[in-house]
């Protein structure tokens, strides 16, 4: 297509990446663009009918160790039908059923093979016209990946374009994609590269926000190789201890290419060593994102608490535990730390300041390959509720009063989609879960049309199966991580744009797709209400708890929201703004997010 300058560019980077770096065959990488060679006689150029023939006639015998990964650089589009189609050389717009090839066709030829990754650098942004409303490009690619065992990686978020760079002669996330290949073969490690690299090209560029999206399918490929691992093994290490020893060892040098492989090696001969595995996994991932964060000078989605908080905090302390000297931190043991950016803007929502941060987090399994991501949040003291001069100020935000907040772990975003399923089918406590009640589709966007009450039996759930205990955030604990040091409407200042978080929109978005506080914590303004324990008080804080617990009331009916959501206009999506409703309601905007006292293993 006369607009896409790169396609062809980014189709020949990954098949040189293939089989010069990954240890594909020659001959068993085929590529299709307008100048390239015929195979066996057959056309090779990307026309739909030469892409089905190629689809159905080169493909070779299934094989249980055999990788397979389907490329696609250039433009999708949705049909009147909602299905989603690649548009080929000779593709029409207004046929796109008749002349585009369907992506049902793909992924029915692949289906065969074991372990296929599907890889489309391509727009998201379209809507259908027809067919099922507000269906987006995308989704019912999703939806086949899962019913057919294929993982997915899209260049982007539902939305969401995806942008050629012209500096670097290619897509921002096919150059990104190789970056990462050539550093991490486990799916995960990659994910984190790919949410942390892509936003930081683009912001690097000037282009508008660009977040890739990974679904691992089954769940647990998240956690295996998504290429086939070329032995790393180094000098003197023949045996399983050598091998971990040689893995740390480069970890501590430096040497993250090999780290990872070297972990993805364990995890791939020596199953019984997961958890091992994936904890190197993820340190290497952490690394590298601190790494790029603090040389690019750029963006990371990839969040954590910041050591250094904004430069408008109004807080009296804001600290990790003392250690003294020679003590280890006892949480070293289950915490990975990340790196993110952290952003201030001024009133007219133009970014002033932008510093690195790094927070730390464990991850609960909840099956299948999800996972929950806890964020460790310091203690302090913060000055809760808004100043009577706020703009947009309501009189239940006041006084103004200072609370004091132990440590505490707080999911990193709302809990999403997937992760609400997976403990909706854990054994009941009190009451049972709708395992799908939202209303917006996606996995990774957050649950919503759930009760208080629903929220309660999800977090008891959850405390039953696992090792530490879950409930709902008190509203001081909520607006205490939500301002993350800082005293403004909002944390990353005095105003909202929609670079910024979402809301007053058509519908939610995937977690994670703007950047974090200082603590580390996404979301936190819009996409979705959050529910906290408290009852709802007379409007006023006069009388509320001083030490961060929650109010509640035996005579009060209703309970807090905070947060603001995608339905909201700015004024309700501020730290200080709460609302109240009955716990039994269920709305399209309201989901959650938890929180847990200190693990029971330390």
């Known amino acids: 297509n006369q607009n896409l300058r790169f396609a062809t560019a980014d189709a020949e980077a990954m098949r040189s ?74 593709a029409l717009p207004e046929d796109v059923e008749e002349t585009a090839l369907e992506v049902d066709f793909v992924v029915k030829q692949l289906r065969q093979y074991p372990n296929v990754v599907l890889v489309l650098d391509a727009c998201r942004n379209q809507l259908s016209t027809g067919g099922k409303s507000g269906a987006g490009i995308g989704d019912r690619t999703q939806t086949l990946a899962k019913q057919n065992g294929i993982t997915t990686i899209f260049s982007c978020s539902r939305g969401q374009q995806s942008f050629e760079i012209e500096a670097l002669g290619q897509g921002a996330f096919t150059h990104a994609l190789i970056e990462g290949l050539q550093q991490h073969r486990i799916l995960e490690g990659l994910d984190l590269f790919l949410r942390d690299r892509v936003p930081q090209l683009t912001l690097q560029h000037r282009c508008p926000r ?114 003294q000297p020679g003590e280890a931190d006892p949480d070293d043991a289950i915490l990975q730390t990340f790196s993110f950016e952290v952003v201030t803007v001024d009133g007219q929502g133009q970014e002033v300041e932008r510093k690195p941060g790094t927070a730390r987090s464990f991850f609960e399994e909840l099956g299948g390959g999800i996972v929950l991501e806890m964020v460790r949040i310091p203690g302090g003291k913060f000055f809760m509720g808004s100043p009577e001069d706020e703009e947009g100020r309501y009189k239940n935000e006041g006084p103004q009063h200072w609370v004091t ?29 709708d395992e799908s009640p939202s209303y917006c589709d996606g996995n990774t966007h957050p649950v919503e049309k759930v009760s208080w009450d629903d929220a309660g039996e999800f977090c008891a759930r959850l405390s039953q199966t696992m090792d530490h205990t879950y409930r709902l955030p008190s509203e001081a604990e909520w607006e205490y991580a939500c301002r993350a040091g800082t005293q403004t409407p909002f944390h990353f200042g005095p105003t909202i744009t929609q670079d910024l978080a979402i809301y007053n929109s058509p519908s939610t978005t995937d977690v994670g797709s703007f950047l974090p506080n200082a603590f580390g914590l996404c979301d936190m303004h819009g996409n979705v209400w959050e529910w906290c324990q408290d009852s709802y008080h007379k409007e006023t804080y006069e009388g509320a708890p001083t030490e961060g617990e929650a109010w509640v009331e035996q005579n009060s009916e209703l309970r807090i929201l905070r947060g603001g959501s995608w339905y909201n206009y700015p004024r309700n999506c501020r730290s200080a703004f709460r609302v109240d409703f009955y716990p039994a309601y269920r709305n399209g905007s309201i989901g959650f997010r938890v929180m847990c006292v200190l693990p029971r293993t330390l």
Request: proline share 7%; with cysteine.
């Open 210 to 323: 660009q977040v890739p999206l990974v679904i691992p399918e089954p769940g647990e490929k998240y956690r295996q190789p998504v290429l086939p691992v070329i032995p790393a093994w180094v000098d003197g290490a023949s045996s399983l201890k050598d091998l971990k020893q040689s893995a740390s060892d480069a970890e501590a040098k430096g040497e993250f290419a090999l780290a990872d492989r070297l972990y993805a090696q364990v995890l791939q001969e020596f199953p019984a060593e997961v958890s091992w595995a994936l904890a190197g996994v993820r340190r290497v991932a952490g690394a590298r994102s601190a790494g790029s964060a603090g040389t690019a000078g750029t963006e990371s989605v990839v969040g954590d608490s910041s050591g250094d908080l904004h430069s408008n905090r109004s807080v009296e302390a804001v600290t990790e535990p003392e250690v």
């Open 405 to 433: 907040v132990p440590d505490f772990y707080m999911g990193k975003y709302p809990v999403t989609q997937e992760q609400w399923a997976a403990v909706a089918r854990l054994p009941k406590v009190e009451r049972k879960l």
């Open 17 to 90: 990446f293939l089989i010069e770096q990954a240890g594909f065959a020659t001959e068993n990488v085929l590529l299709c663009t307008d100048d390239s060679e015929p195979i066996d006689g057959m056309r090779t150029q990307p026309s739909r009918s030469n892409l089905r023939r190629l689809l159905l006639s080169k493909l070779p015998p299934a094989s249980a160790v055999d990788h397979f990964w389907f490329f696609f650089s250039g433009h999708g589009v949705i049909g009147q039908d909602s299905h989603d189609y690649l548009m080929t050389c000779d």
